[in-house]
């Protein structure tokens, strides 16, 4: 046996004869004492084979810290993941799904790889930003900008999209067009936030840091998908339980009982429960307030002509060859096909003020209440010139032809010139028309129909054309009589019916000097004349007004629909408040076609619709009143609403009961020890201090009774956290007693003393069972009570 060295004990013979039982953890092979690991295995861990101290195994710590890192991994690439499929309301489910995976899966991979050791040490953190940077390109360009791989304007398109998606998107109607200088945004954002978040987890011992990239992506792609289709409550959902599931894998020791398994199945049951609620509750719990919308911020881009002929100046062409196909159309329910809205006027032509922006096919709705069919067609362009693209009024979706559209009158346009052949989806929300409808309705007063009453005075031309005030003449002889508005928009349009002719032959042209010669000597036209003569007259009345072009249903061929150019026809509409756009039909029948061949040419909508212009055409003044006293009272709003189920406010009140109880349970121990450190005099305070310490050694497992004296709970306080808090604790003690039993009162400056030695105790007390440990006691409703049990001693 080897004599020990002075100061060192004795070596056992079992010590002496077995050189491998050294210090916990370490490795055979003469590897330092601290549990040191070859290099590539964990930091931490003991070393595989290695025997412990005492013939004890050693904890599983290295398969422990493996399993952290890849557990963290997987969900910071699950968050980025959930992060990127926000953008589901940009471009739709299918665009975002394949960039969103790749992007999130890939910058995970490769920083997991680069994590490990080299040569002692991990890589450096610009390594690994420089190699994500080379991968994101490479994978970037097969991915998405593959046809451009050959041509040389490969890194201009990165570029460029790069820098100008955001506003692209925010300049399109949602779901913007699934290009690829769009879709690039989804794929570095999405990319960025797994790249972070690997890194955080990796680099960082911090808990729930490493979420922070993916919830910065997650608002990026909230604000730029505000107000496009579908709901993220699902996605929100599973962040939250993903950030709870990564804030306890990453939580405790690396050798805590259960290990990250154990608390990841833990914190995933619990938060899946609250989601699963929260869930069932979102869509009817009323939610007040519109989000921000960037798109109020981003500058529309200026109007376009999309078509160097006017779809108006096209009409007497069409009319005068009627038999060639333009289009052909497989309907629900056969409607008029519009094609143009015209909306100013300068005195010469009608041309279309619209702001068309790019859509993935999606139009938004008009805003107007009331009732609305839903009509799939089947279009297949024949010879339709120009970009204007056909489809019943409102279109709502478009599929199979890439389009522009505009926000306001949802008329679409095609990128390009149509051709011959090409065939489209297109499903509209018709609106019902009811005479109800009309009743009392006014003319809107916001900016748009402001616009819709302007009749300038020309191009050039210095002063108003003498013709409007002859045109305002006009128009009051003709509605005489009107009761209001609408009554005056339906005697106008009957007005006009019978005032002038149809003529196909006669000569085109709408300007202020046409339109004269129309209702002064001619009194013979087509649609053009009939429905802008109607625009202008209304407008001296006040009523706002556009033109429309458009075509009737088409003739019946083959199971299709087939629309000549013959069957062109144009509109006015006029622009009530809570009805939107109404059409009204001033032109005569054609010669040779029946009341009865119009009115089916028409459809069923636009048959309701003008029955209802007629009838109020044919009210007389004294009718008013009498239909008034006669109409059935409209139901209140409150009784249109179905109530909420009784089980909806019971989850809402669960929910909020939650955090309630959360705050109630980690505010009232702060609260308590907030009196306690200010209360006064000294002695108070001193017992304060006392009963604080108290509830710190709960936490440890120490149960006090009321028989033990302050200095036996010191010892006892001692023996559970340590010989430090024995120190302390003893001193605390000792001013405890001198304040209850001493011929004096304390000083503030024993009072200050006793507080220190509690916040030592606090802190040992923290070192000994760890923070969650001390969190998982707050959260239990016994911390809502005092937990010190040295009744001579209680402050209160």
Known sequence: MTAPAAGERPRTGAEEGAPHAVAAGAAPGGHAETGAAPPGHAETGAAAGGHAKGDAAAPPVKATGLARRCFSLAITAGLAAVAGLVFHRVFGWAAVVPPVAVAAVVPTLLAGLLSGPRAGRPWPLWISMVLSILAWVAVV?????????????????????????SKAILTSLLPAPARPELLVLVHVTVWLAAFAGAELALRTSLRVAPCLPALAAFGVALALGVGGPGSNTPLVVAAAVLIAALALVRSGPEGSAGGPLGRLTMGVASTAVLGALTVLAASHVPVSGDPYDPREQVQAPPPQQRDSVSPLDRVGGWLLSPDEVLFTVRADRPQNW???????????????????????????????????LEVGQQVTIKNLPGTWVPAADRPRDVEGLGVVADPVSGALAAARPLRQGQSYRVVSSVRQWRTDDLASAVPAGDAEARAA????????????????????????????????????????????????????????????RQLDFFLGQGRRGTPEHFATAYAVLARTLGLPTRVVVGFRRGRPAAGLLEVRSGDVVVWPEVRFAGLGWVPFFPTPERAGRSRAGDDVAAGETLQQLEQAQRNAASRTRGAG?????????????????????????????????????????????????????????????????????????????????????????????????????????????????????????????????????????????TLRVGRTRRL?????????????????????
């Open 453 to 512: 009453l302007e009749l300038p005075n020309g191009p050039g031309a210095q002063k108003a054309p003498p013709q409007i005030p002859e045109f305002r003449t006009l128009a009051q002889q003709a509605t005489r009589g009107a009761d209001g508005p609408v009554q005056q928009a339906a005697m106008l349009s009957q007005w006009l019916k019978t005032y002038a002719k149809y003529d196909v032959t006669a000569p085109p042209g709408h300007n202020y």
């Open 776 to 796: 998982r006691r707050r959260l239990h409703p016994r911390s809502l009570r005092r937990r010190g049990h040295a009744g001579t001693y209680d402050s209160s």
């Open 625 to 765: 009143p009498e239909r008034a006293e006669k109409a059935p009272p409209k139901p209140a709003r409150a009784a249109e609403e179905a109530p909420r189920p009784w089980w909806v406010y019971a989850v809402a009140a669960a929910g909020a009961l939650v955090p309630a109880y959360l705050v109630a349970v980690l505010m009232a121990p702060v609260v308590r020890r907030r009196r306690r450190r200010r209360a006064d005099p000294p002695a108070v305070r001193i017992a304060g201090a006392w009963q604080q310490a108290l509830e710190h050694l709960a936490d440890v497992g120490l149960s006090t009774v009321r028989t033990l004296t302050a200095h036996e709970v010191a010892r006892l306080g001692g023996r559970s956290v340590g010989d430090d808090a024995r120190g302390h604790l003893g001193s605390l003690a000792e001013l405890v007693d001198r304040a209850r039993f001493a011929d004096g009162p304390p000083d503030p400056g024993s009072a200050d003393q006793a507080w220190r030695h509690c916040d030592e105790v606090d802190r040992l007390v």
């Open 141 to 165: 360009s097969l991915t998405l900008f593959r046809p451009h791989l050959g041509d040389g304007s490969l890194p201009r398109m990165i570029g460029l999209g790069v820098l100008n998606s």
């Open 338 to 372: 519009r094609l143009a809205v015209l909306d100013r006027f300068d005195g010469v032509t009608w041309t279309s003020d619209a702001q068309f922006v790019p859509t993935g096919g999606r139009v938004p709705a008009a805003g107007e209440d009331g009732e609305h």
